[in-house]
């Protein structure tokens, strides 16, 4: 038994190694392009666009205690909700770190609230895991607001 079991547990092993080893780690460039992506669906109020970011089961965590959305429907259900009000949006993003294919990223947008006349401005981080397709997998922010 013991020595059907390690030829096996050797080609696991490869196996997986040769999986890994095609994953291309992300890169500077390829996340700038995704935040330039997520800033410009944000200010056109492009909930479609917004969602073709993630894959079909991403999680998106807008608050650190608040349970994730799930999924790309829930991503653009958030979205189209959390954007009605906001016109005259002008968002800015710029990477911290990487490391694999997770990201980290500062972000800052400002906004008028529509119903109010209120300008917003906001002052956020991202911590972004990327799958392969290029596609986020995982987006959890923490942000403060200021209200004028």
């Known amino acids: 038994m013991r020595k059907i079991f390690r030829p096996l547990f050797g080609a696991a ?21 995704w935040l330039k992506k997520y800033g410009t669906a944000w200010e056109l109020r492009d ?4 969602g073709r970011l993630f894959t079909a089961d991403a999680s998106y965590q807008e608050m650190p205690f608040d349970p994730a ?26 990477v911290i770190a990487m490391n ?3 990201g980290v990223a500062q972000w800052h947008a ?10 917003v401005a906001l002052d956020g981080v991202f911590i972004l895991e990327f799958a392969e397709s290029g596609e986020c997998k995982s987006l959890r922010e923490w942000w403060h607001v200021k209200a004028g």
């Not at 092993?13 to 392009?33: G, M, R, V």
């Not at 400002?110 to 300008?119: D, I, N, V, W, Y």
């Open 69 to 94: 959305k799930q999924g790309r429907a829930a991503i653009q259900d958030y979205w189209k909700t959390v954007t009605a009000d906001q016109r005259d949006i002008k968002v800015d993003t710029k």
């Open 100 to 102: 694999g294919n997770t």
């Open 47 to 50: 909930a479609s666009a917004a």
């Open 13 to 33: 092993c490869l196996l997986a190694f040769a999986f890994t080893a095609h994953a291309e780690p992300l890169d500077n460039s390829s996340l700038e392009a």
């Open 110 to 119: 400002t906004f008028k609230l529509q119903s109010t006349g209120a300008t």
